[in-house]
């Protein structure tokens, strides 16, 4: 099973600046990585799939980058809408599919 | 608009049983595999099931294998989660979604609420 984890655990940062979050596969899982937003009480939006293509209708201040093990989701300038938990998934090595722990990425 | 619309979730005793349904709308139903995720109160998300488009292919989480079914009727453009052997552990949010290929999880219902206790 391909173990992801996610760092930090909470991220405060300030509306308008930017935001690095972390993710991190045991092992390869070439570009087959997805982000998602989640907000209390609702379900989780894809916001990034191959770890760099935006999904229909997500900002262009969302960006995803890496391969391989190492994965970046950066929020260029944080509006008051993104402040959420963020999950990465890989779909490369399934069964089972597998998701980080999240990123509470709260406000500063 | 496309939509998954997750139904049959409740209270249930230990060792019982549940079957959750997922209704979907607006997209071509049969060409797509789907899944089941939950989510534990204030936890993270785990994938439970999938099956494949013509449910050639079925798959489960090893925490639920031999106890849930996962089935697709595509005449009703429906997925199924048959819960049996029900646990505290399973209590969660389940969610249907829809998988894309490359594109992951697309496309995600609200969610249902099952809750396991005595």
């Known amino acids: 099973e391909v173990v992801m984890t996610q760092s930090p655990a909470t991220l405060s940062v300030s509306p308008g600046e930017r935001a690095t979050l972390s993710c991190r596969a045991s092992?390869?899982?070439?570009?087959?990585l997805a982000w998602y937003q989640q907000k209390p009480g609702q379900p989780p939006r894809l916001l990034i799939y191959g770890a760099s293509t935006r999904a229909t209708g997500i900002p262009a201040r969302f960006s995803g980058s890496g391969s391989g093990t190492e994965f970046t989701l950066t929020i260029s300038s944080l509006q008051s809408d993104d402040y959420a938990l963020y999950y990465c998934?890989?779909?490369?090595?399934?069964?089972?599919?597998?998701f980080g722990q999240g990123t509470k990425l709260e406000i500063k | 608009e496309v939509l998954l619309v997750e139904s049959g979730g409740g209270l249930v005793k230990p060792g019982g049983s549940l079957r959750l349904s997922c209704a979907a709308s607006?997209?071509?139903?049969?060409?797509?595999?789907m899944n089941w995720v939950r989510q534990a109160p204030g936890e993270g998300l785990e994938w439970v099931s999938s099956?494949?488009?013509?449910?050639?292919?079925?798959y489960y989480a090893d925490s639920v294998k031999g106890r849930f079914t996962i089935s697709r009727d595509d005449a009703k453009n429906s997925l199924y989660l048959q819960m049996n052997s029900l646990r505290a552990e399973d209590t969660a949010v389940y969610y249907c979604?829809?998988?894309?290929?490359?594109?992951?999880?697309?496309?995600w219902g609200q969610g249902t609420m099952v809750t396991v206790s005595s």
């Open positions: 607006s997209f071509t139903f049969n060409n797509y595999a």
């Open positions: 998934q890989q779909y490369n090595n399934w069964p089972p599919y597998t």
């Open positions: 979604a829809r998988y894309n290929d490359y594109a992951a999880f697309d496309v």
């Open positions: 092992q390869s899982v070439s570009t087959y």
């Open positions: 099956i494949s488009s013509s449910s050639t292919y079925i």
